[in-house]
T-cell receptor, first 113, second 109 residues
Framework: IAGITQAPTSQILAAGRRMTLRCTQD?????MYWYRQDLGLGLRLIHY???????GKGEVPDGYSVSRANTDDFPLTLASAVPSQTSVYFC????????????FGNGTRLTVT | GQNIDQPTEMTATEGAIVQINCTYQ??????LFWYQQHAGEAPTFLSY??LDGLEEKGRFSSFLSRSKGYSYLLLKELQMKDSASYLC??????????WGAGTKLIIKP
């Protein structure tokens, strides 16, 4: 089934540890995004990539890094996790064009203790 | 600054009609999206409006007034499965999405 796959589904992580959240899509979408979703707040963009080989910073990029080596994969890395990074993380992709809807993965629920 | 306002929670009865409002302030405007998100799941696309007026798609309709910075999502013939959060998102002049916190819709039998 075409779509976006995120892994892991959930994770409990000790503060200070490094963690990579994986995201893979098979729709050949050029644009990919990482969002975090926290209770009472709208989705906040962490990083994005308009095409393979390029990345950009979103609204809340500090403490996170991304890479886009190919079209399909867009991993998100937390170099040294902190409790404020406890959140649900969604990866999304879209076709080209400003009005193209986002397709979301099922999310990763991350708890940093 | 840029922001989106939508009610935190609404309650409606099965079979009825409900209107979820959204007001937005953005630097430029390139359209407004509505997404549905069931608890514990990913958001899924419902509608996109860029011109003034009403877009109808089955039981769901979305309305936009650019001059008022206002949109609403209209859900008719409510079903229990419509219990979900509804997210409003406006696209600014840089094609960045500004998201509301979502409206949790509770459907009662």
């Amino acid at each position: 089934i075409a779509g976006i796959t995120q892994a892991p589904t959930s994770q409990i992580l000790a503060a200070g540890r490094r963690m990579t959240l994986r995201c893979t899509q098979d729709m050949r979408h050029n644009a990919m995004y990482w969002y975090r979703q926290d209770l009472g707040l709208g989705l906040r963009l962490i990083h994005y990539s308009n095409t393979a080989g390029t990345t950009g910073k979103g609204e809340v990029p500090d403490g996170y890094s991304v890479s886009r080596a190919n079209t399909d994969d867009f991993p998100l890395t937390l170099a040294s996790a902190v409790p404020s990074q406890t959140s649900v993380y969604f990866c999304a992709s879209s076709d080209e064009g400003g009005n193209s809807p986002l397709h979301f993965g099922n999310g990763t629920r991350l708890t940093v203790t | 600054g840029q922001n989106i306002d939508q009610p935190t929670e609404m309650t409606a009865t099965e079979g009825a009609i409900v209107q979820i409002n959204c007001t937005y302030q953005t630097s430029g405007f390139n359209g407004l999206f509505w997404y549905q998100q069931h608890a514990g799941e990913a958001p899924t696309f419902l509608s996109y409006n860029v011109l003034d007026g009403l877009e109808e798609k089955g039981r769901f309709s979305s309305f936009l007034s650019r001059s008022k910075g206002y949109s609403y999502l209209l859900l008719k013939e409510l079903q229990m499965k419509d219990s979900a959060s509804y997210l409003c998102a406006a696209m600014d002049s840089n094609y960045q999405l500004i998201w509301g916190a979502g409206t949790k819709l509770i459907i009662k039998p």
